[in-house]
């Protein structure tokens, strides 16, 4: 009689692999990634190189040297998170401090866990708080982006360093500006925030750009919008409330979702598998967690931006949101 071989169940296939789920991420920050290049030039890709060579070189090292192992560079991790710590960074950043934000990332927050599906921090996000800490100076010498011309060598006009909108209305308030008065004298408006903003990371000039990476996730369902919808809801809702109350003192919700890192965290970062809920409640709960912190960071905080410090805090909560949420096991009903 011929023997079968059975597996645990539940029996599912499907034409997915890590490798292809790490494609379409990079494909989707792809649009990012082109608008970075085209406002920062020959200092964005010089980034973008180091990190991801970088998070590909230490992970093949550890594995190759460290752990005997083969190799798991292939499944495109490392790739992703390398960009992704390069769209985090400034563009001045110096291509030292953005190297040891690689082995930061790679060494510390997923081998040392045990690679990828077992670390408990996003390590790129991981990597930026790092570095923010280890190098605060650096970390917020903002390059306001030059026109193409100039960007591309074309112009001997030369970058500037600036604050991020977040800097220059949390600068202004402490001065004691109103919101209205700052955003005049600064010339903000929305139309510049939606597609190319003053100042900040290499990843947070366009919003549109974010957005379309955003949609092409859903379409291509590697992520849900659970965990991403549910920070926008609560960070437009508590800017809401407080704008509100005191609209002189606390920015409105379009400022606060097209500003800073929101956007990039909330689609790229809070949605990583292995480090957010399993369960659409759970994600639901984490997704208000991250909101709300990062509200409270930027109103109340030190630092005018939260989301980082946020999805980090967050990520801790995971197993312990896992435990206490779970999906509805497959075959059974709800």
Not at 44 to 59: I, N, W
Not at 266 to 294: E, H, K, R, W
Request: hydrophobic fraction near 50%; aromatic fraction near 12%.
């Amino acid at each position: 009689m011929e023997k079968f071989v059975i597996s645990p169940s539940p029996h599912i296939h499907a034409p997915v692999s890590t490798a292809s789920i790490m494609r379409d991420v990079l494909i989707a920050l792809a649009p990012a990634t082109l608008v970075s290049l085209v406002f920062y030039g020959w200092a964005a890709l010089l980034l973008v190189c180091v990190c991801v060579l970088g998070s590909m070189l230490c992970e093949y090292l550890i594995t190759r040297f460290l752990q005997h192992g083969p190799s798991t560079v292939r499944d495109g991790s490392a790739a992703v998170t390398g960009l992704l710590l390069a769209l985090n960074l400034p563009v001045s950043c110096p291509w030292w401090v953005a190297v040891i934000g690689c082995i930061f990332a790679i060494g510390v927050v997923k081998m040392t866990f045990g690679g990828l599906g077992q670390n408990v921090f996003n390590p790129a996000i991981a990597a930026r708080v790092f570095l923010l800490v280890s190098f605060p100076s650096v970390m917020t010498d903002w390059t306001v982006p030059a026109d193409v011309a100039s960007a591309w060598g074309f112009s001997s006009v030369d970058a500037v360093s600036g604050a991020t909108p977040l800097g220059v209305v949390s600068e202004g308030l402490r001065s004691g500006m109103t919101v209205d008065e700052i955003f005049a004298a600064n010339h903000f408006s929305y139309k510049e925030m939606l597609f190319a903003r003053i100042g900040g990371s290499a990843g947070e000039l366009s919003a549109l750009a974010l957005l379309l990476g955003f949609a092409y996730l859903l379409l291509r369902k590697v992520i849900k919008a659970t965990t991403t919808l549910s920070i926008w809801a609560t960070i437009a809702g508590v800017s809401m409330i407080f704008s509100f109350i005191n609209p002189a003192s606390y920015t409105d919700p379009f400022f606060n979702m097209l500003t800073g890192g929101v956007l990039l965290g909330s689609i790229f970062m809070a949605t990583d598998y292995v480090t957010s809920p399993m369960s659409n409640t759970g994600c639901v709960i984490y997704g208000f967690g991250i909101g709300l912190q990062t509200m409270l960071i930027r109103y109340f905080g030190a630092y005018p931006e939260g989301m980082s410090f946020a999805i980090l805090l967050m990520n801790a909560f995971v197993p312990l949101i896992n435990r206490f949420c779970h999906q509805t096991k497959f075959g059974r009903a709800k």
